[in-house]
């Protein structure tokens, strides 16, 4: 089946800064790679997501680009501000659709004011 | 209000004793998927459904059990619980046509959540 890994496990950046995360998938027929954002003891948020007939998509200061060569995809924040604290999840599917989704381990995103 | 409902949202049981967490949704979604999570090992799908009566395996499908004799609910059911069954549990749904052209969106709608403990 598939395997999502997904680096780093912790991030800390600095209020404005950007913030970066990886994602590497086993299975070329994957073709849908969403993110969701979960914020403390809450539900998982979908925030962006990309389907492989494009590299990237941007939605105000969030983009995710994707590799499919390599496959790896990423998310990529611009001006982080506090609330973008949080754990970031990535994850991939090969049936074009969301029904059978592999999940990263997260990535816990902490902006220092 | 769209939204995926989870019940219970806390459940405490002993070991073997059977139970059911329900989910529904009001959004007409086809795919309905229940998933657990546990630290460090991100969410971990469990069963997922296509339709009525079209159910999956995901990656962790022992010792649950799913039905979906309608569109709008997706119970999951616990024969026989144990310890490490302990976890937090999310329903999702999502539609199977997505929204907004090629590049639209099929993200699942995540329920609140059901934290179980087994002892």
């Known amino acids: 089946g598939e395997n999502v890994e997904q680096h780093p496990s912790t991030l800390s950046v600095q209020e404005g800064d950007s913030a970066v995360i990886k994602c590497t998938y086993s299975d070329s027929a994957s073709n849908y790679f969403p993110w969701y954002k979960q914020e403390l003891g809450k539900r998982p948020q979908l925030i962006i997501d990309?389907?492989?007939?494009?590299g990237e998509k941007k939605d105000q200061r969030i983009a995710v680009t994707l590799n499919k060569t390599a496959k790896h995809f990423s998310l990529h924040i611009t001006e982080t501000q506090p609330e973008d604290s949080a754990v970031y999840f990535c994850?991939?599917?090969?049936?074009?659709?969301?029904?059978?989704?592999?999940f990263g381990s997260g990535t816990q995103l902490t902006v220092l004011p | 209000e769209a939204q995926v409902t989870q019940n219970p949202r806390y459940l405490i049981t002993v070991t073997g004793k059977k139970l059911t967490v329900t989910c529904s949704q009001n959004m007409n979604h086809e795919y309905m998927s229940w998933y657990r999570q546990d630290p460090g090992l991100g969410l971990r799908q469990i069963y997922y459904?296509?339709?009525?009566?079209?159910?999956d395996k995901g990656d962790v499908p022992e010792g649950y059990k799913v039905s979906r004799k309608e569109k709008r609910n997706f119970p999951l059911i616990l024969e026989s619980p144990s310890p490490n069954q302990t976890s937090l549990y999310f329903c999702?749904?999502?539609?199977?046509?997505?929204?907004?052209?090629?590049?639209?969106?099929?993200?699942?709608?995540f329920g609140s959540g059901t934290r179980l403990t087994v002892v």
């Open positions: 994850a991939a599917s090969k049936r074009g659709s969301a029904r059978q989704l592999t």
């Open positions: 999702a749904s999502s539609t199977a046509q997505g929204t907004g052209g090629s590049q639209g969106s099929y993200g699942y709608t």
């Open positions: 459904s296509m339709n009525v009566e079209v159910t």
């Open positions: 990309i389907r492989s007939n494009v």
